[in-house]
């Protein structure tokens, strides 16, 4: 069993902000592959399914950003699973707008909900990093996170997030190579 945590902030007016990337992700995944609609747990929104072999548990935290870290742990916890167990899907500042990497560990980068996670848990999950590219100064950082994708933008987010889940297969049997590579291919 794994645990894949979609990051973002609770609420309609949060639902188009770059930093809900990992929210949309989780999204996408839960429709395309068929999950069960999602069950208030943990603090948050939990889903279940199969992907391949793998079952799979969705959660996207109910609280804010910098306290996903509660609810994971608990879900962690609940179902006595181990960090190589959890996957983390979350947006990223240092990567360029919709390009996706996974990576092993490693700091936050100051991604609050990284942070919270790192607090609760152990730094060492995999993370699926979506790009959202760095608005070019730091003064900016907030108000570009926080913001929603433009329209100009819909088309390839829709195209990166579907990416995202049709190669999740990848992902549940941890061929990330395999993984970041049919995704990027299916950007073209």
């Known amino acids: 069993m794994q645990l894949w945590v979609g990051l973002g902030n609770p609420g309609a007016k949060y ?3 770059r930093h809900n990337v990992g929210f949309m992700a989780v999204d996408t995944i839960a429709e395309v592959h068929r999950f069960a609609p999602p069950q208030k747990k943990f603090q948050g929104w939990l889903s279940e399914g199969r992907i391949g072999n793998e079952k799979i548990l969705l959660l996207k935290p109910a609280t804010f950003m910098n306290e996903s870290g509660r609810s994971v742990g ?4 609940f179902y006595k699973l181990s960090m190589d167990d959890l996957t983390v899907f979350h947006d990223e500042l240092d990567l360029a707008p919709m390009k996706v990497k996974v990576k092993q ?7 609050n909900g990284l942070k919270s996670i790192v607090q609760h ?9 979506i790009g959202i590219g760095h608005p070019g100064h730091k003064d900016r950082v907030t108000g570009h996170v926080l913001g929603n994708y433009g329209k100009a933008e819909q088309d390839e987010l829709i195209t990166m997030l579907g990416a995202i889940a049709s190669e999740a297969e990848w992902l549940a049997k941890g061929d ?5 590579n049919d995704v ?3 950007q073209q």
């Not at 848990?121 to 990093?129: S, W």
């Not at 990330?176 to 970041?180: L, N, Q, T």
């Open 15 to 17: 639902a188009l902000n």
């Open 74 to 77: 608990e879900a962690m916890r």
């Open 184 to 186: 990027a291919l299916r």
């Open 121 to 129: 848990l152990d730094p060492d999950f995999r993370r699926v990093r």
């Open 105 to 111: 560990g490693g700091g936050t980068a100051g991604q």
């Open 176 to 180: 990330d190579a395999r993984f970041m």
